[in-house]
């Protein structure tokens, strides 16, 4: 098994900027992939961005394109998503996301966390 713990959220305003951090433990050694995904009131659960744990391979949702930076650091099992630019439409639960296979930009991750709060005021 593979947990993983959020942290970083909180309330920003328009064009602000935050990072979250994601630390997993366990058995990290079979993950070969870390994402972030988010989801907004009454909205499905969406890709945000992904990383390969050597991180030669990145992957983001055009929405986010430009504006977000998705970041690991493999001594410490933490993966970082920085985001900047952030607008409204960004309010969401962002999750963090683990998989033992290549990098996807689709839900099939094998291991999530709970999720924290990221709510961008106008």
């Known amino acids: 098994q593979v947990q993983l713990v959020e942290a970083g959220g909180g309330l920003v305003q328009a064009g602000g900027s935050l990072r979250l951090s994601c630390a997993a433990s366990?058995?990290?050694?079979?993950?070969?992939?870390m994402g972030w995904f988010r989801q907004a009131p009454g909205k499905e659960r969406e890709f945000v961005a992904a990383?390969?744990?050597?991180?030669?391979?990145?992957a983001y949702a055009d929405s986010v394109k430009g504006r977000f930076t998705i970041s690991g650091d493999s001594a410490k099992n933490t993966v970082y998503l920085q985001m900047n630019s952030l607008k409204p439409e960004d309010t969401a639960v962002y999750y963090c996301?683990?998989?033992?296979?290549?990098?996807?930009?689709?839900?099939?991750?094998?291991?999530w966390g709970q999720g924290t709060q990221v709510t961008v005021s106008s």
């Open positions: 996301a683990a998989r033992i296979g290549v990098v996807v930009t689709t839900a099939r991750f094998d291991y």
């Open positions: 366990g058995r990290t050694f079979s993950v070969y992939t």
């Open positions: 990383i390969s744990r050597s991180g030669d391979n990145t």
